[in-house]
């Protein structure tokens, strides 16, 4: 039996009578079947988001076909639109410091297929993960920064993010804020995992602040990166009961958990397209 | 500015190309704006299963005249379907017994405008609750049960249900197992609340078995009624965290507002026809 | 059988060697039995916190000789200790405004004996509820507020409090945010439920902040009134899910259940004596 | 500043007054510190449990002469009891088959000092987790086991767990059923993670179970284990929704993220001796 020839259309456009059944009309005629199809017409703005997931068959016409004939679809609703091939793993480049337990999560997912990406390469301002990044066959960039040699560095990342052509660049736990360039040229492609429940606690050591804060919830948040420091839009948030007798080194522990299964949960929702941008929030098609 | 002329459309049928397109192109053809729409197609069973809201315009043929069009494309794909007003609210028979949690939570919610239902009457084996049924302007019907008058009470809870126009019958804790003759007719229209996390704890005593097992969590079921105890269609749980602490009666106590929560979403989901049967299990459209 | 003759006994002091030697040997030489006890030595503050449950038999002393002779111990250690019935229930007066979930939620477990609280009168700055409170035979004081009236209706509403011999003032949605004064006053004997995930969203309209911010994730906390608006020692929060699809409408409806029972649980909490003040914080013994 | 010299006292005996007094009182004869305690009087079997973590100072006996001095008061009231060092690191052998994610999450926290354990070795009944095992620097037991071989392959295992000095066996997915007689030896060492919510779908493919069933919360649990198959008392537990949408493929990815976090605990709470058997139940102090 042979892979089905499958793809994810994701749309924003904004809403009108008519689109779903224009869109689903032309995958019809194009005889193709729709496995999985979401939508979304959001009241306060008035964008409305799809995602579908459909299968070509021998009937169909080739897929570049079907894709010209949709621009024209697409531009009667004033659609922003992207067919990508079910099958396609996007180019991931992981930047971590030394704290491993994210990335080792996301390098064990994707070693045994459960992370439908393709770590392309792990940058990083410390040399402490190494090892562990070459057992699994991945080249690792050490690239120290100071404060003097920061703005070079920065570019040294994405020198490796493009050289790999990445598609998406995994903060997982890497201590180093990005430059407002950086952030402008990776919108919608950099996803953060913030070791607080947004917007509660952001910036430096969110654990000691919830700590002094008393909390009794404690949370992890993944996010789009934006030049606004942890305000970007979120994708995926989960949290943890926590009481008196937990000390920050506690919550630390606690927060690991949390942070791995959000960050893991963000970058297989960005890798399947179920992540479509509204402004300063995301529609996530779960 | 007048109320939208608003409907829900439900469809049920065996899962095939262009049901999608067949559906939104004909709620196009008719000027009608798409609210909401959600659909699955189920690979295990091959069943399609759709939602949709619509609202009419100006320039839409008459509701009836809708429904005769559609007919033809539902034969065609084999559909059980319905279209129901958005505005319409369910007529709701309660039968309670002495825990009446649940049932001053649904009163509460119907009194404050929470819950579009229309609470018809409130049926009891025993008297306990007549006070608050009444002070919220409810009838109520005491229907004592004997093991001698027990089916011939349940013969005065169907009147009862019937003579109300009941669409919908919630057993909110009643201690009264159904008889396999009522759970037929009543299939897909009446919600039990268990007090466990089915199907853990069956049966009566739920949270002594719980207490008795050492679980760590708990938990609170919403299921369609089926003549096989317990084993309907689940529409709703939640749980809670317990520990060696813990007594039944502590249990008791956290399971009542799972309780309460679990069915208030189960009703809230049938009556704007969220949920719609597949075999023993339910697709719930959130 | 007659009920037991039960104590509830809770101290803060500096922590020192041999702080629970004392206690626990105080009540074995008292012939008392520990039902239950809980410590805890914070490290950050060398503050230490214990609740024990105690049970005199007929051999024990007096109740009011078991006080004088505890009295010497706590000197020893600098405590600050109080021993209160076991059957003893707090003295609350309830404040609301329009919102009556909560309200609601607390007179059906007041009513059904689930809170062993005496709810001595309601106040509200609106006449809304009165006819709940008084069906449950509840005393309901209206008291209208506005900008030129508000220092007096405060005096009125510490006047009942002070009236029926109040011990604690509940929050219940009440729109009206004390003085600092009467914070002061109130302190540790004043809960609020704020419809957020403290600290996230202080002030006004949290659920439009979080339907503003697209958190995937919306909570409720019950925290002890100080004069910084919704930073006092926190003492229970719960979340639930949300995504992109909830309006805020939606979030309120969600949020609604989420305050019902983190307030119950704080109530109950508290007059089991079960809150203990560590600075901002709070030592809650579950 | 040296490590302080800490030390673990766990009690289990028939309930009674004075207890926790003589164990407090004896601790502040020799000049220890409490660093933390906990106790429960479980009142339907009148059983009590402590843990209490203390520390020596100069002034204290040494610790061989507290322990003997120890033994006359556990002797009184029937104590079962143990004194282990604060700092000692259980020995633990992991047995596993083919999926390797709680193994590469357990390796994981041990190699970064977050599991106070000394993994000892690995045994497994295939040879697929070798290289992620011997990059640790721990040995791996390729024990193959057919049904006719089964028992002595369990020999195998259990000579390779006496050989390193096992304290703990952990069945991190091992899919080998362990006979009674290994059952009984290994009572209270031996923790095993069940891909359930138990007591629901015991035995084989529980995904499968409740994707048949149609559940909406699924879960994970850490218990003990016995010889009644997933009937051994529970130590953790942990749960996550799921909806009509998950595959059984999906479950099974949900859910290995419970078995990692659930697992992990148990073995955690195991190691720093905070789980006491209460018959077929346990009790935690976390």
């Given at each position: 039996m042979s892979t089905p020839d499958r793809y994810i259309l994701t749309i924003t456009c904004p809403d009108a009578t008519g689109l779903v059944a224009a869109v689903s009309g032309f995958l019809r005629d194009q005889s193709c079947f729709i496995d999985e199809s979401n939508q979304y017409g959001d009241p306060s703005t008035n964008r409305f988001f799809m995602r579908a997931v459909f299968t070509r068959i021998a009937q169909s016409p080739p897929i570049d076909k079907i894709k010209a004939d949709f621009a024209a679809i697409a531009k009667t609703f004033g659609m922003s639109w992207e067919v990508t091939s079910w099958h396609h793993k996007p180019r991931v480049v992981v930047a971590v410091s030394n704290f491993g337990h994210c990335l080792n999560d996301l390098l064990h997912r994707w070693h045994t297929g459960q992370m439908a990406v393709d770590i392309a390469a792990v940058v990083s301002n410390h040399d402490t993960m190494r090892s562990l990044v070459e057992w699994h066959g991945i080249a690792y960039h050490h690239l120290p920064a100071t404060p003097t040699t920061k703005p070079a560095q920065e570019r040294q990342v994405l020198d490796v993010f493009?050289?790999?052509?990445?598609?998406?660049?995994?903060?997982?736990?890497?201590?180093?804020?990005?430059?407002?360039?950086?952030?402008?040229?990776?919108?919608?492609?950099?996803?953060?995992?913030?070791?607080?429940?947004?917007?509660?606690?952001?910036?430096?050591?969110?654990?000691?602040?919830?700590?002094?804060?008393?909390?009794?919830?404690?949370?992890?948040?993944?996010?789009?990166?934006?030049?606004?420091?942890?305000?970007?839009?979120?994708?995926?948030?989960?949290?943890?009961?926590?009481?008196?007798?937990?000390?920050?080194?506690?919550?630390?522990?606690?927060?690991?958990?949390?942070e791995n299964v959000v960050l893991a949960r963000a970058v297989r929702y960005h890798a399947q397209r179920r992540v479509l941008l509204n402004g300063s929030k995301s529609v996530v098609f779960k």
């Open positions: 493009d050289a790999v052509g990445g598609e998406l660049l995994v903060l997982a736990r890497y201590m180093q804020v990005l430059s407002a360039e950086a952030c402008d040229r990776l919108q919608g492609r950099c996803i953060n995992i913030h070791h607080s429940f947004l917007p509660s606690f952001k910036g430096a050591r969110p654990y000691q602040q919830a700590f002094e804060r008393g909390v009794k919830i404690i949370g992890a948040t993944a996010h789009y990166v934006t030049p606004n420091l942890d305000e970007g839009p979120i994708i995926e948030q989960a949290v943890e009961r926590v009481d008196h007798t937990h000390t920050v080194a506690d919550m630390v522990s606690i927060g690991r958990d949390l």
